[in-house]
T-cell receptor, first 110, second 115 residues
Framework: AQRVTQPEKLLSVFKGAPVELKCNYSYSGSPELFWYVQYSRQRLQLLLRHISRESIKGFTADLNKGETSFHLKKPFAQEEDSAMYYC????????????FGKGTTLSVSS | GAGVSQSPSNKVTEKGKDVELRCDPISGHTALYWYRQSLGQGLEFLIYFQGNSAPDKSGLPSDRFSAERTGGSVSTLTIQRTQQEDSAVYLC?????????????FGEGSRLTVL
């Protein structure tokens, strides 16, 4: 069965500190992994996807198939990074539903 | 409109009443999804439409929940005989069916409160 686990409900860091939001998944095939973000009073939106291997707003995430992980990292957190972050998994077929983790709230303070 | 539109944005109802939540997806998006967002539970998948058919209804919590989509566009999520545990934000999302896996465009949600 597909499952996404985000072990931390809340992660609090100081501005300028490194950030790592953890995500582990369970899937028997070759999944596609994503990070979605929801800023205060805004819609849930895509942050990045593993197949793009891109850096968005300074965030990167590497898919580690051996550890079945897709952790989200940023070397220097900013206050505007404070938001709810969801890791999500897709079986890879076009149009299929994403399965989301329970989310991690990131709080960055000065 | 430019994005996914949901109505009502807020709904307060009494236990036992039926409610209907509406979603208007982005024009041209053939896939439509309903999720439920609640504290401590994160984002729970409810149902997914491809066109007017629902190949995956696995997430519907009970037979009190149903959804339909007509004309390949607007979708309605109906909750019958609402219970207090149904209180949550119901999110709708849409995506292109082909060539774009995983990028869902979400609406602002319908916040349901069952008293």
């Amino acid at each position: 069965a597909q499952r996404v686990t985000q072990p931390e409900k809340l992660l609090s860091v100081f501005k300028g500190a490194p950030v790592e939001l953890k995500c582990n998944y369970s899937y028997s095939g070759s999944p596609e992994l994503f990070w979605y973000v929801q800023y205060s009073r805004q819609r849930l939106q895509l942050l990045l996807r593993h197949i793009s291997r891109e850096s968005i707003k300074g965030f990167t995430a590497d898919l580690n198939k051996g550890e079945t992980s897709f952790h989200l990292k940023k070397p220097f957190a900013q206050e505007e990074d404070s938001a709810m972050y969801y890791c999500a998994l897709s079986g890879g077929q076009a149009g299929t539903a994403l399965i989301f983790g329970k989310g991690t709230t990131l709080s960055v303070s000065s | 409109g430019a994005g996914v539109s949901q109505s009502p944005s807020n709904k307060v109802t009494e236990k036992g009443k039926d409610v209907e939540l509406r979603c208007d997806p982005i024009s041209g998006h053939t896939a439509l999804y309903w999720y439920r967002q609640s504290l401590g539970q994160g984002l729970e998948f409810l149902i997914y439409f491809q066109g007017n058919s629902a190949p995956d209804k696995s997430g519907l919590p009970s037979d009190r929940f149903s959804a339909e989509r007509t004309g390949g566009s607007v979708s309605t999520l109906t909750i019958q005989r609402t219970q207090q545990e149904d209180s949550a934000v119901y999110l709708c999302a849409s995506s292109l069916s082909w060539g774009t896996t995983g990028e869902l465009f979400f609406g602002e949600g319908s916040r349901l409160t069952v008293l």
